[in-house]
């Protein structure tokens, strides 16, 4: 019985663990949320999108290089994030 109690108690600790990372991982996506309408809301705004375009490509090709596991993740957000910076506005610029 002793070993019963022992196996129910870790598989409580881990459901646990698990449902707090899971909490986290939510969390952490609403933030994403909200910190991209708000930058929306800027870059919809800001007068020297073309720049801000350059620079953009710039800090994403030196996250994707020094993350390689998630640039493929990145990639889905950073093409939303180029058109919203006039990638496809400005030909010539992009």
């Given at each position: 019985m002793d070993q019963d109690q022992e196996i129910?108690?870790?598989l409580d600790v881990?459901?646990?663990s698990i449902q707090g990372l899971v909490?986290?991982?939510l969390m952490l996506a609403a933030q994403v949320h909200v910190l991209q309408a708000a930058l929306a809301t800027v870059l919809l705004?800001?007068?020297d999108r073309a720049t801000l375009l350059r620079t953009f490509k710039?800090?994403?090709k030196i996250s994707k290089e020094s993350t390689?596991?998630?640039a493929r993740h990145m990639e889905a957000l950073e093409g939303g994030m180029l058109a919203?910076?006039?990638q496809d506005t400005e030909p010539g610029k992009a």
């Open positions: 129910r108690e870790t881990h459901r646990q909490d986290n991982q705004h800001h007068p710039g800090y994403m390689p596991q998630l919203l910076l006039g």
